[in-house]
């Protein structure tokens, strides 16, 4: 299991129909990892409706969160493609500061 923080630049929703008709749903999202000291940008899947229901209200844009997830690796034609699967999403909650001067 792997954990990154970062702000959230977006996120969409696909739906995907396999050669026997079955559809599936996947929400992909992007973050901005910065605290490397590096503008890495990655995009990570949730796939099926149960978990997208479950962390589709953790992802505000240009808010932050730690993302916790794991790497899915898939083999098609002697390639290998890697998948950044969401386990956890943690939201940080933004404080509105009302006693500012201005």
Same mark, same amino acid.
């Given at each position: 299991?792997? !954990?990154?923080?970062?702000? &959230?630049?977006?996120? =969409?929703?696909?739906?995907?129909?396999?050669?026997?008709? *079955?559809?599936?749903? /996947?929400?992909?999202?992007?973050?901005?990892?910065?605290?490397?000291?590096?503008?890495?940008?990655?995009?990570?899947?949730?796939?099926? !409706?149960?978990?997208?229901? &479950?962390?589709?209200? =953790?992802?505000?844009?240009?808010?932050?969160?730690?993302? *916790?997830?794991?790497? /899915?690796?898939?083999?098609?034609?002697?390639?290998?493609?890697?998948?950044?699967?969401?386990?956890?999403?943690?939201?940080?909650?933004?404080?509105?500061?009302?006693?500012?001067?201005?």
């Amino acid at each position: 299991m792997y !954990k990154i923080r970062g702000k &959230i630049l977006d996120k =969409k929703t696909e739906e995907i129909t396999t050669k026997k008709g *079955e559809t599936f749903e /996947k929400m992909l999202f992007t973050i901005q990892e910065t605290e490397t000291g590096f503008d890495h940008i990655h995009q990570f899947e949730i796939f099926g !409706k149960e978990s997208i229901a &479950i962390h589709q209200d =953790k992802l505000k844009l240009d808010g932050f969160a730690t993302i *916790e997830f794991y790497i /899915k690796t898939n083999e098609w034609k002697g390639k290998f493609f890697n998948t950044l699967n969401v386990k956890n999403i943690n939201l940080e909650e933004q404080t509105v500061n009302d006693n500012a001067p201005f």
